[in-house]
């Protein structure tokens, strides 16, 4: 543990040893959280309003654990303020808005806080988290969209190419059917001329056929 979180300011201690934990809210918003100051008391601990300011260390080194040396580095710029005057304690960053964290695979965090109307600033542990984005992150948005109407453009090609094969199918089907049956007609020992001779024979062999009278 660095001496800085056990240094007290006038018995002022960063809650929870100084702790900050953190959660991803969505891909590109990152959520900080710590606890209050707390007063060691005679009768036990109280917690104070807390005002806090986030830092973002681009360069982080031993001399950064101190107010001082915090201060000194934004002005070299080795640090950036992210949010100061938070009064919660939670704080959000878009880690999209801020060039360090759309190069780097890591990023260190530090906060400062100090007691409301009492003075005295008092640094937290810090932070490393990993702030690479997958992959499919980096792809920019017009290419996903790009990707989505190829994709359902094969989708509906496909929908129409099966609803023809099946119709198709079910037309080649009733065409076979259909000549199933004519080709059931045509094994019949006789053709509709053969019907007409036998039927006109028939009659002429019958009694009283006109012809037979002439004869």
């Known amino acids: 543990m660095n001496h800085n979180y056990q240094y007290s300011l006038d018995h002022y201690t960063p809650g929870n040893g100084g702790e900050i934990s953190y959660k991803w809210l969505d891909w590109q918003k990152l959520q ?3 606890e209050k100051i707390q007063k060691k008391m005679p009768d036990g601990v109280m917690s104070h309003t ?3 300011s986030l830092y973002l260390l681009k360069q982080p080194n031993k001399f950064m654990d101190s107010v001082c040396g915090i201060r000194h580095a934004v002005l070299r710029d080795e ?20 060039p360090f964290t759309k190069k780097n695979s890591y990023a260190t965090f530090i906060l400062l806080a100090s007691v409301d109307k009492e003075g005295g600033t008092i640094p937290y542990q810090r932070l490393r988290v990993s702030v690479a984005q997958p992959w499919w992150n980096l792809v920019p948005w017009y290419a996903w969209a ?10 509906l090609c496909t929908v129409i190419v099966l609803y023809y094969r099946r119709k198709f199918k079910k037309t080649a089907a009733k065409l076979d059917y259909e000549m199933k049956d004519i080709r059931n007609i045509a094994r019949v020992g ?17 009694p009283g056929d006109p012809e037979d009278m002439q004869i």
């Open 50 to 52: 807390t005002y806090a």
């Open 146 to 155: 790009i990707v989505w109407f190829i994709g359902l453009g094969t989708l």
């Open 32 to 34: 900080f959280s710590w």
């Open 190 to 206: 006789y053709s509709d001329e053969n019907v007409e001779r036998v039927t006109l024979s028939e009659i002429r062999g019958q």
């Open 79 to 98: 640090a950036e303020l992210i949010q100061s005057g938070i009064q919660e304690q939670t704080a959000v960053m878009e880690t999209r808005k801020h």
